[in-house]
């Protein structure tokens, strides 16, 4: 487990939202302010931090949302345009981070995948402008 170092001010600044939140009066700004305060500790301690910003009524939006943001190794080697071979060397150099792995398949977001060729077309860029 990751131990994370906070200043006895962030500390009680922490408490002090956490008695908030059992009383269940945040709002949607205070929620992400939390979140926003604590995420750099959750990326200093951790390889990938993903949030997600949904709320699902039922399985019904629960399952949509799998179904257009949760893709397999053969739909991120298409968007890549790789091999599966390639993919699976990715995820073991932690280029790639799967959100779930068994001894068949890997599963991404979709949107990790995208932010990966953004960064992947930026450092393109930027070396060629060298």
Do not use: W
């Not at 001010?9 to 992400?32: H, R, S």
């Not at 949030?51 to 943001?69: G, T």
């Amino acid at each position: 487990m990751a131990q994370v170092t906070l200043s006895i001010e962030e500390y009680n600044n922490l408490k002090e939202k956490e008695a908030k939140l059992e009383q269940a009066k945040y709002t949607v700004n205070e929620y992400e302010q939390i979140v926003e305060m604590v995420l750099p500790y959750l990326k200093s301690e951790y390889d990938k931090v993903t949030i997600i910003k949904h709320a699902f009524k039922d399985v019904d939006s629960l399952k949509e949302f799998i179904e257009l943001e949760v893709i397999t190794t053969h739909e991120v080697a298409k968007m890549l345009g790789c091999s599966r071979q390639n993919i699976k060397q990715l995820m073991d150099y932690k280029c790639l981070v799967p959100i779930k792995q068994t001894s068949r398949e890997r599963l991404s977001f979709k949107s990790d995948v995208i932010e990966y060729i953004n960064k992947k077309k930026y450092i393109r860029k930027t070396t060629l402008c060298r």
